[in-house]
């Protein structure tokens, strides 16, 4: 495991150079050479150790941020995305089968980083869920799991989900908006962990704004 982590090092820092606009050219990190067999991002998400998952989710995360960055160059922000085109379906896969919390956690936050439209156009393939029975999916990990962590990262997820859905589906969705309120308010309780409320808080100023907006939820009547 600790030679496979070494090598996960390398060929991630390998991938995060190569994404400089200064090496663009060698067609590294084409997406025609990232299918090639061998060495690759989906490879090592494969991996048996969980050590290894871990080393590439938190890279692909560092990635994703650079992504969303303002001051990244958007070549460089182009080549990333070009790394992690077509992953979607992979990742979607994984986090229902992964059983390590800390990487379940960062799968959980990596979907939420990605493009919603990217994601939700594979779950049907993936997993054999609608983007409602994904979103109830979500919202179950969020009421039901132990770990404060993955609680608050799939709390955010279910709720950038929900407007995603309002604002882009044609689907009533007035029944997931109340669990989603339930849920939110069950976070906020005095009795759960600091961490917790102060996720349901940072979600309630981002996006209460909307739904008091929105003409289509009785929220906004």
């Not at 979600?203 to 003409?215: A, K, N, Y």
């Amino acid at each position: 495991a600790q030679f496979l982590q070494s090598i996960t090092r390398l060929f991630t820092s390998m991938c995060s150079v190569m994404a400089e606009p200064r090496f663009a050219n060698r067609n590294f990190l084409t997406k025609k050479n990232t299918k090639k067999p061998g060495l690759s991002v989906e490879f090592l998400l494969h991996s048996d150790f969980c050590e290894v998952r871990l080393l590439v989710l938190e890279t692909i995360l560092l990635w994703l941020n650079q992504v969303n960055a303002k001051h990244v160059m958007e070549e460089k922000g182009n080549i990333l995305l070009n790394l992690l085109s077509g992953l979607e379906e992979t990742f979607i896969k994984i986090a229902v089968k992964e059983q390590h919390p800390e990487c379940f956690c960062k799968i959980l936050e990596v979907l939420y980083k990605m493009d919603l439209r990217n994601v939700l156009s594979k779950t049907e393939d993936a997993i054999k869920m609608n983007p409602r029975k994904f979103l109830h999916w979500i919202m179950n990990i969020a009421n039901t799991s132990g770990s404060i962590e993955i609680q608050s990262i799939s709390l955010k997820f279910a709720s950038k989900l929900l407007v995603h859905l309002i604002q882009n589906w044609q689907e009533d969705l007035e029944s997931e908006t109340k669990q989603w309120l339930e849920l939110v308010s069950y976070c906020s309780e005095d009795e759960q962990q600091t961490d917790l409320r102060l996720a349901a808080a940072e979600i309630l100023v981002s996006i209460t704004p909307f739904f008091l907006t929105d003409q289509k939820l009785p929220l906004g009547k």
